[in-house]
């Protein structure tokens, strides 16, 4: 049984657009949510994070909105730009087990041109 | 570069080999991992170390083992593997386990395929 599920497994953009990529969870008890980038031929890179005391949080052209109550986090990105193709993982982690953080499938997102 | 560097970027194998998988890391970090991704499913978590000692292992066949002989560097050994072992298996780091909300930091992977 998933407890992170990513329900696109892809998304298509225009260039300068905005991409939304969302994400569900089932574990009421997740309190840190991350989002990680992985190109081809290469491990996953950190992206930005969130913790369960906020309900946003920004970094540059990236944006995370978590809604607790819909267990729902989604991951903005504006402007889109090329180099954003790539997949995007979601995964939360659970209090006092940051050892085990849960990964979602990932959703491939093409920027076009 | 983050730091991990895992070899080889790709292993082919039979079933009845012995091989096994290496991941150094070069950022002073005291938790190591060993993570599996099959096409089409999600990241999922096989070992866990954190200061030379297993913490986690997550209901893996035997088939695979472990071997961490320092913080540094992280081995997984591989014997009698099956084709759907087939997989790409990324090693990660973390500073400390003990602290709250750790990035991962990810090798490249190594590719694996079982014949």
């Known amino acids: 049984d998933q407890q992170v599920k990513q329900n696109s497994p892809s998304l298509s953009v225009q260039e300068g657009r905005i991409s939304i990529l969302n994400c569900d969870y089932t574990n009421s008890m997740f309190d840190y949510f991350l989002w990680y980038k992985k190109y081809p031929a290469e491990g996953p890179t950190f992206l930005i994070s969130?913790?369960?005391?906020?309900d946003k949080n920004e970094d540059g052209r990236f944006t995370v909105f978590l809604n607790k109550s819909a267990k729902h986090l989604s991951l903005h990105i504006v402007p889109s730009q090329p180099g954003d193709s790539a997949v995007y993982f979601c995964a939360a982690s659970e209090k006092g087990r940051d050892d085990k953080i849960i990964f979602g499938k990932g959703t491939r997102l093409h920027i076009l041109p | 570069e983050t730091g991990v560097t895992q070899t080889p970027r790709h292993l082919v194998m039979g079933m009845t080999n012995k091989k096994s998988l290496k991941c150094e890391q070069h950022?002073?970090?005291?938790?190591m991992y060993w993570y599996k991704q099959s096409a089409k499913k999600p990241l999922e978590l096989m070992f866990v170390?954190?200061?030379?000692?297993?913490?986690e292992n997550n209901s893996v066949p035997s088939r695979f083992s472990p071997e961490c002989p320092n913080s540094s560097h992280l081995f997984l050994h591989l014997h009698t593997l099956q084709p759907e072992d087939s997989a790409l298996y990324l090693c990660?780091?973390?500073?400390?386990?003990?602290?709250?909300?750790?990035?991962?930091?990810f090798g490249s992977g190594t590719q694996l395929s079982v014949l």
């Open positions: 170390y954190n200061f030379k000692e297993q913490t």
């Open positions: 969130i913790s369960s005391i906020k």
């Open positions: 990660a780091s973390s500073q400390d386990m003990r602290g709250a909300n750790e990035k991962l930091f």
């Open positions: 950022l002073g970090h005291n938790a």
